[in-house]
Structures are given as C-alpha cells and as structure tokens.
C-alpha cells in the first residue's frame, strides 16, 4: 500500500485512495470494506464494514466503530481516539480491543445484576 502525505486534493484522489484502502483491508482482514468519499472544505476518505469506519487523518490512520450501520457521524462508541496509527490494519485491532473490553465489562455487570434480581425475587 502506498504511503501519502497530507489530505486528498481532488475527488478523484481521494476515490482512488479510498479504494486502495478497501483493497488493501479486504486482502489483510477479509470483509467487504466500502469505499466513501465527501467533500467538506477539502476532500475527504473512509471505508466502511458495518458499523466500523476507517479513516485517514494527520497523516495516519483511525477506526471508529458507529452505532449504526452505514453512520458516519453517530455516536463513536470504540474509537481509537487521539491514538492513529501508519497502518490501518493496526487501527481496527485498536478499536476492536476496546470494543471487545467494553463488551467484557458489560456482560460482567449484566450477569451480576441478573444474579442479584434472582436473588431478590427468591426471597420474597
């Protein structure tokens, strides 16, 4: 995968890397990644599988996993925040890993309180 500097200039730029990006994550992860591209005073790239958005920013890469799918500025749940990284593969194991962390600590607290009602509901 080729390595940039700085933001696209032009939508064809940002189209072809766009899809050099869905490529390359294709090959490395598997999946269908979808390549996107806006203009907003600039142009601008991600792909998208699902819910999980990559993008390029500073120079680096950043995931961030929405709340629905095909959102793009939803709620951010497991993003790698200011943490960007040279490839983007590395990106999506970030914000996977918070994402698997946070779903731990909620199941955890889940079968606490599925523990605790059951207790309630015996002794009365």
């Known amino acids: 995968m080729k ?3 700085g933001e696209a200039r032009t939508k064809k730029q940002a189209t072809l ?3 050099e990006l869905s490529d390359y994550l294709k090959k490395e992860l598997g999946g269908n990644w979808k390549p996107r591209v ?3 005073l600039g142009w601008y790239y991600s792909v998208q ?3 999980m958005n990559v993008n390029w920013h500073l120079n680096k ?3 961030l ?3 629905e799918i095909g959102g793009v500025c939803g709620m951010g749940y497991w993003d790698t925040g200011n943490v ?3 490839n983007p593969k590395d990106a999506v194991k970030f914000a996977m890993k918070r994402a698997n962390d946070f ?3 909620v199941t955890d607290v889940c079968k606490l309180n599925t523990e605790l009602i059951s207790k309630k509901v015996k002794t009365k």
């Open 65 to 67: 996993i929405d709340n």
């Open 103 to 105: 779903v731990k600590k």
């Open 3 to 5: 390595k940039y500097k």
């Open 49 to 51: 599988l699902g819910t």
């Open 84 to 86: 960007l990284f040279t």
């Open 61 to 63: 890469y950043g995931c």
């Open 38 to 40: 806006w203009e907003n």
């Open 17 to 19: 890397r766009a899809k």
